[in-house]
């Protein structure tokens, strides 16, 4: 704590977010000490420094419907559903391979695990062509939180039978 401020109300003030009373208070004090005022300076710039640093991240990093389709559709070209194994082997296969391309092999193992656990299956070794629907429509979700919904709409798709 510093001049009777802490820590949170330094950050609910910097983000906008302090309740009026809080912010009253700093405000104030603010008008009155050249310590203060030069440490919210520093804060509040790096505050904008942080936001903007991390729109740019986002800016860069998001893809675009097209290139998501050219992408999935590149994985798809690849995917090779054999012979062997059961359907629902074979589904599940395919679609590590489609999570793993985008996320990598652990976090697709992980979310396959975990849509499988939080459907009727309750375990990846529990999914059937009957627990089937809520097993994929949990995986599309978890796909849909990572990558958006244009990515669980082709997860869903591809994952049908």
């Known amino acids: 704590m510093k001049h009777g401020i802490s820590e949170l109300e330094w950050n609910d003030y910097l983000d906008g977010r ?3 009373e809080v912010r009253d208070r700093i ?7 050249l310590q203060c005022w030069e440490f ?3 804060l509040s710039g790096a505050t904008e420094e942080l936001l903007a640093a991390g729109e740019q991240a986002r800016q860069a990093l998001t893809l675009e419907d097209p290139q998501l389709h050219a992408m999935l559709r590149g994985v798809f070209s690849k995917v090779k559903t054999g012979e062997s194994g059961s359907r629902v082997q074979g589904q599940l296969n395919v679609l590590e391979t489609v999570l793993a391309t ?4 652990q976090t697709a193992i992980s979310a396959l695990h975990a849509a499988a656990r939080n459907s009727p299956a309750r ?7 009957d627990n089937w629907e809520p097993f994929l429509e949990r995986l599309a979700t978890i796909a849909g939180a990572m990558c958006g919904s244009t990515f669980a709409g082709l997860v869903r798709e591809r994952g049908q039978f």
Not at 27 to 33: D, I, N, P, S, T
Not at 102 to 105: A, H, I, P, V
Not at 123 to 129: G, I
């Open 18 to 20: 302090a309740a009026a």
């Open 27 to 33: 405000e104030a004090h603010l008008v009155g000490c």
């Open 40 to 42: 919210y300076e520093q």
């Open 102 to 105: 985008f996320f990598g092999t």
């Open 123 to 129: 375990s990846l070794d529990q999914v059937t062509p």
